[in-house]
């Protein structure tokens, strides 16, 4: 590891690894193998207080999960390393989140074909040039683009959920009951 960092491992009830945060940066050699459906990067890790939202409903439904700082800019070779490998560790899914230039999904999706989905960070201009920079990608590199911050965050991993639910029975019960569950709560709602 190039520096000191936090890197916590959550299980659930049975002892099955749901997630993995790894804030050091690993050197760009001999990344590890993934038990981890879907990889969650950010630019920097101030990124993660908004990126959490994601980490959080991947572990409430459930789907096995990892957190990393990368950047487009100051990491380049980790990024291009990671998103090259994703596939052969296992990842399905991978988050990209950053503000600013907002280069990480591009680059991610530049070296992989699963699926990326980028989250624009609140930033200078209210994230609007993160947006702008995210969701403007030339013909042929797709990243599936979802809003600016927290809902953002939270609605990228509910679609990384909703893709993994197309071979995955129980994740697609899981998300029909969330649908069911907040569809409930609208009818029910009351106004003062």
Known sequence: MVSAGIHLI???DTGTELATFNFNMPRT???KTSKSLVAVVM???SDWDTMRAAAETLEKFGVAHEAQVMSAHRTPGLATQFAANADSRGVEVIIAAAGGAAHLAGVIAAH???PVLGVPMTSALNGLDSLLSTVQMPGGIPVGTLAIGKAGATNA???AIAILANSRPELKKKLRDFRA???KKIREAKLD
């Open 181 to 183: 569950e907040q569809e």
């Open 29 to 31: 050699k001999g990344l």
């Open 10 to 12: 959550r299980e659930n």
């Open 157 to 159: 991993a509910l679609l």
């Open 112 to 114: 992989t074909t699963l």
């Open 43 to 45: 630019g920097s890790k």
